[in-house]
Nanobody, 127 residues
Framework: QVQLVESGGGSVQAGGSLTLSCAAS????????MGWFRQVSGKEREEVAT???????TYTESARGRFTISRVDDKNTLLLQMNNLNAEDTAVYYC?????????????????????WGQGTQVTVTS
């Protein structure tokens, strides 16, 4: 069973950058659909970015051009580089794995299709 642990969150001024890291243990995430999601209190969890084992990457519209998702297979790790952050990016960020889609061309973009979740890391962007 895969376990996921996020790190790298914190407080940053608008326009700044953060890199989130998701360390997987218990099993390899190589080839699995992986994603970053975020949630603001009182709102539904939403997709930020996904990366399929087959290589397809998706971004939510607000993240495209500012965020970069990548996987470091030899370290069993998923990254999210976030640049030019703004107040609307403030949320708890979650790493997730869909172990039912391995080496798929693309991932589902629905949180409910991801079966393994980390505990989340808070990102706060101040003006």
């Amino acid at each position: 069973q895969v376990q996921l642990v996020e790190s790298g969150g914190g407080s940053v001024q608008a326009g700044g950058s953060l890199t989130l890291s998701c360390a997987a243990s218990g099993d390899s995430i190589r080839g699995a659909c992986m994603g970053w999601f975020r949630q603001v209190s009182g709102k539904e969890r939403e997709e930020v970015a996904t990366v399929a084992g087959g290589g397809t990457i998706t971004y939510t519209e607000s993240a495209r051009g500012r965020f970069t998702i990548s996987r470091v297979d030899d370290k069993n790790t998923l990254l999210l580089q976030m640049n030019n952050l703004n107040a609307e990016d403030t949320a708890v960020y979650y790493c997730a794995a869909d172990m039912t889609r391995v080496w798929s061309i693309e991932c589902s973009r629905r949180p409910g299709d991801f079966g393994v979740w980390g505990q989340g890391t808070q990102v706060t962007v101040t003006s």
